[in-house]
């Protein structure tokens, strides 16, 4: 069943679709010297065709508004889901394998939530499911983990997985101005939604960290068990303290195994200057993988827009067509491991160094009951810094940097800090990644 | 034609195959989670197997001296060739051909050389030839860009892809210790081999480099064809110069497509400290890609070492193991094009900037000699600085940063200069990468 002209449907022409239309056109010469059969884009389904530009489309496509049209069309071999969001997608996608059709997707959301389902269905029908454009756009993290280093034992992993919030630190670092006029300032340039929720509270990294846990280590989680925290706490003056003790701020994920939990984390987190992580600047993403036989790698590339998203979604295409062209039914898994396992979610319990940043209405006295507080759990305070142009004594932020101790620990001591009335907001305490 | 047993057989257990044989055994969990079938290590071939230790190894192994014994061994799926060089390996990957079984290798020189013809015979016996061990170690570098980015237009390949040179870059700039005794302190830590000539001369990073330009490109060349500097000239003062000039000095290799040719370049090249290239130390290797519609990629990683090349063999093992379970007969191609061609090696011939070290025998009139010849050749000067450190007149270091010229110009004032009688050593002239 050798195939002479595989054909796609796409399903939304957005950002994503779109691009991934663009390439398929401006890379054609490439793309046809990297496999036999030819790539034809045949329908485009969208709601609002009729508004989109699709003067540059050079093949002779069908558009329309009716997704049946796709999903019921024989001819069609990959149907690439880019609407995103839950509903309609998961209906379509199911609806596509039920037509026996290979599917390509960029949707974060849907793969968090119901990506072993779908997987699943796929291999029970022999289709393929290609998911590379739904975690860190252009870098092809999810193929490396499954296919670069299928060998590996991975041990950790440490991501920058959201553009938005990277590009909006990265922002205030550089120009020391408010969190909401940098978000303000993303939203014009289109780095940030106008509902930008998904992006600073921390939710889409969140769930491209579970995406990435099942390809890491074959487990999946209630994602909201996954502790969770955005950035919108963050102030310039953080960053002046960050930068005292050589490091930089960055909205970090974390997975790793810890005694046979899963141990996930998204945070604001304080990066060491001399981290490959803490050169991860503007809008890109990286990751960072720690393997016990071969040591770290680092991938680092542009997490969204329609090039990269794009690259991604064709390259899955490439990917399949290879395959259909080889006579082959489906690739060989969409995630690394052949059988994912539900996972219980751990909370970080070694001990860290903090900073934590406490914003005071200042008065004779506010360390020395602070510092009591923090001997009281046991936690040693390694130094307090004050800026010395801060010189609002109602509104006084300072940080102090404690030694080695459990989030626990920390927690518990905070609680009893936040109860104090000298506080004027609740502190914000960050775990300092030494060693990435 | 399911599989449940897929046998290996080793030829050769110096570091890559003992590395390998050992993942496969500690990472026996991980691995067996992520495909059906048991990878079994049936038979180990060394000419040295006696002196070897074996006693951690705890497959049911047979130990031989004769190749053979694998390459005619009917049950054997997957030939593993750990030899290295030329000779023999190039026969017994043809013998294993022959005998209709799979290879992996990790064999670069063999690969820049034949890789073409291996890549030709295996297809044409639908076998696969899977070789990402050759470049890079532990950075699936070859996988990405034949999968992960395969829809990609790739525009420029930069690489750091030996880590002997890189490890004494790095010790030379910390150290300030000169290049003799930082390669005897590379070979102490095994960083080095007794014989570095293939390292230190760059001809290591060039085999690597032509195998990368078959992969971006679909392009390859006659080896000697590829301009290649090694870092022997280098000299502690090199980098107290490019520090001035925020940058570090990395063995730098180049590829990219010029008007249709290619241009492939192995130099020590000055990279600014903003680029992550230039925070690749030691021994690690790096892989900047820019994409026409994805942007940058960047990939990073261990070069070398029983660890890491073994994990990219054994991902290799897997994915070879993957779809023979499927009843696939092969991976879909060696290389990430159908077709490769020949290709002229073309010259650099941008403008760029350069740094040029000079050594002379100082005396008056010396920077007024040199402004003069390079002025003759268009040549505008940047800077020239010399450190106070030195004292020694008769054996002077300085250098002249030099505005964006061709090459060529270059070479054509440097020969003119080299006439010069107060000239002690041959100029080091290093191309300054600014956008990298």
Request: proline share 4%.
């Amino acid at each position: 069943m050798r195939k002479e002209i595989v054909n796609i449907g796409f399903l939304g022409f957005g950002t994503v679709g779109s691009g991934a239309v663009r390439i398929l056109q401006e890379n054609n010469v490439e793309i046809s010297s990297r496999l036999s059969p030819r790539l034809k884009v045949k329908t485009i389904c969208s709601p609002n065709i009729a508004k989109r530009d699709t003067s540059w489309v050079r093949d002779e496509v069908k558009y329309t508004t009716d997704p049946n049209v796709v999903l019921n069309d024989p001819e069609i071999d990959i149907v690439v889901e880019a609407i995103g969001g839950r509903e309609p997608a998961l209906s379509y996608i199911n609806q596509a394998f039920e037509q026996n059709k290979n599917v390509v997707t960029a949707n974060k959301l849907l793969l968090a939530q119901e990506g072993i389902n779908l997987a699943k269905l796929a291999a029970s029908k022999k289709l393929s499911l290609a998911i590379e454009a739904s975690v860190a756009g252009g870098i092809p993290i999810l193929n490396a983990i499954r296919e670069g280093i299928a060998a590996e034992k991975i041990v950790s992993l440490y991501g920058i997985l959201n553009g938005t919030t990277n590009f909006i630190l990265t922002e205030m670092e550089k120009s020391g101005a408010a969190f909401d006029i940098t978000l303000a300032q993303a939203q014009r340039l289109g780095y940030a939604e106008a509902d930008p929720t998904l992006d600073i509270e921390g939710l889409d990294a969140r769930d491209k960290l579970a995406i990435l846990s099942m390809f890491c280590f074959g487990r999946y989680t209630s994602l909201e068990e996954i502790p969770t925290q955005g950035i919108t706490q963050l102030t310039p003056i953080d960053f002046v303290y960050a930068n005292q003790a050589r490091c930089t701020i960055k909205l970090l994920c974390m997975a790793k195994i810890v005694d046979n939990d899963l141990l996930l984390s998204v945070a604001p987190t304080m990066v060491p200057h001399n981290s490959l992580l803490a050169k991860v600047n503007g809008s890109f993403n990286a990751i960072m993988i720690t393997g016990a036989s071969g040591g770290q790698t680092f991938y680092y590339g542009r997490g969204a827009g329609s090039g990269p998203t794009g690259i991604a979604v064709v390259s899955d295409i490439i990917r399949i067509a290879r395959e259909l062209t080889n006579g082959h039914t489906s690739l060989s898994s969409t995630f690394s491991f052949q059988n994912l396992e539900k996972s219980n979610v751990t909370e970080l319990s070694q001990p860290y160094s903090f900073s934590v940043r406490f914003t005071v209405n200042n008065h004779l006295g506010v360390v020395a009951k602070l510092a009591s507080i923090l001997s009281e759990n046991n936690i040693n305070i390694h130094s307090i810094s004050q800026d010395k142009l801060l010189t609002d004594k109602t509104n006084l932020s300072f940080v102090t940097m404690l030694e080695p101790t459990t989030p626990q620990q920390l927690h518990k001591a905070l609680e009893e800090i936040k109860k104090l009335d000298f506080l004027i907001q609740t502190p914000l305490a960050m775990r300092i990644e030494e060693n990435i």
